[in-house]
């Protein structure tokens, strides 16, 4: 069962371009949605991370929009550059303890951005 | 600060030996995190330890794995009989004690381990 849905499996933006990466969850427990990036023989490396009782979080070109009853989150990376061709993965968990241990990851996003 | 740092990077074994892997997280993390990621797929939880105690382990890890953390400082995740579904990348992660803030403790991986069994 997956818990975590992601899509697309791939994608290719232009330089300057909007990337946009969606993930669907299906266990209201989840409280906990974090984006990861992850560079070729790298480990993933957090990039961004909301909690449901928000909408939308913005850091620098990066933002996270939420839709709760949708049971939907997505990532949008604006002004796309060619240093930010990678995998992208959405994960959820639930907080526990204040430690978000176990993480549900989607299947990743290959992200490419032609210059 | 380091970072996660595991080891070996790589190791190609003939199914049926023994693995092992070490992880030592980041200093003063008292919670590590083992998570196993194949080609095309995301990472999946196998155990996490919070100090020397193993508090979760998922279905994931049979009984053919084994991880430990002695002193609650680095730890060992051991496949014994390994099998070619054994081939993946092994990542190690860790936490701190105290939420450095509201979305709770950020997770930090390490960049894994490869094993290929032929």
């Known amino acids: 069962q997956q818990q975590v849905k992601q899509s697309p499996q791939s994608l290719i933006v232009q330089k300057g371009g909007i990337s946009i990466i969606n993930c669907a969850y299906e266990n209201t427990a989840f409280d906990y949605f974090p984006w990861y990036q992850q560079f070729p023989g790298k480990g993933p490396a957090l990039l961004i991370a909301?909690?449901?009782?928000?909408s939308e979080k913005k850091e620098g070109r990066f933002t996270i929009s939420f839709n709760k009853s949708a049971k939907q989150f997505s990532l949008h990376i604006m002004d796309s550059q060619p240093g930010d061709s990678a995998t992208y993965f959405c994960?959820?968990?639930?907080?526990?303890?204040?430690?978000?241990?176990?993480?549900?990851f989607g299947k990743g996003t290959l992200l490419t951005v032609n210059p | 600060d380091t970072g996660v740092s595991q080891d070996p990077r790589h190791k190609i074994t003939k199914r049926g030996q023994n693995v092992t892997f070490r992880c030592d997280p980041i200093s003063e993390h008292n919670r590590l995190y083992w998570y196993r990621q194949t080609l095309g797929q995301g990472p999946e939880f196998l155990t996490y330890f919070q100090n020397e105690a193993q508090l979760e382990k998922s279905r994931l890890l049979s009984d053919r794995f084994s991880a430990e953390r002695p002193k609650g400082s680095f730890s060992t995740l051991e496949i014994q009989r390994t099998e070619q579904g054994d081939s993946a990348m092994y990542l190690c992660?860790?936490?701190?004690?105290?939420?450095?803030?509201?979305?709770?403790?950020?997770?930090?991986f390490g960049e894994g381990s490869w094993l290929t069994v032929v």
């Open positions: 992660a860790s936490s701190p004690r105290v939420a450095i803030s509201p979305l709770g403790n950020t997770i930090y």
């Open positions: 909301i909690r449901p009782d928000v």
């Open positions: 994960a959820a968990s639930r907080y526990s303890g204040g430690s978000n241990y176990k993480l549900t």
